[in-house]
């Protein structure tokens, strides 16, 4: 197949270290004539939110070049991490069974220190 100006590729992998923990990456990149094509998020996470009162966390290392995104799409669905890079703290609890209350904080900068890309949320999910 010939790469064109759409062509990207990645991969993402996970493993199992300890009972409660995991270690993730992932990583993408375009084929972009440009520089700055690329992008990998890896981290580990501790835990599992599945049933209530559970907890789960994570810590992750993200950056992420300007230009990963061919034709607007994102190798990630945060467009808060396109040219940034810096850590990710995220959080799950299982407030019942079948809801989830997630928080993150991102500590990020812009890939040439110029501008913060700092930013908190605080999401509740319902699974029907």
């Avoid at 009972?19 to 998020?41: C, E, H, R, T």
């Avoid at 890896?42 to 061919?70: C, E, R, W």
């Avoid at 703290?89 to 299982?94: G, P």
């Amino acid at each position: 197949m010939k790469a064109t100006d759409e062509t990207y590729y990645g991969f993402n992998a996970s493993t199992k270290i300890a009972k409660n923990a995991v270690v993730f990456a992932q990583y993408a990149k375009n084929n972009d004539a440009a520089d700055n094509n690329q992008g990998y998020w890896a981290g580990v996470k501790f835990g599992n939110a599945i049933k209530k009162g559970d907890i789960d966390y994570s810590l992750a290392y993200v950056k992420v070049d300007n230009n990963i995104n061919p034709n607007g799409t994102y190798f990630v669905n945060d467009s808060n991490w396109i040219g940034a890079k810096g850590l990710r703290f995220k959080a799950h609890y299982a407030v019942s069974n079948n809801s989830t209350l997630t928080f993150y904080q991102d500590q990020f900068k812009t890939i040439d220190g110029n501008a913060d890309h700092k930013r908190s949320d605080l999401e509740y999910e319902v699974r029907f």
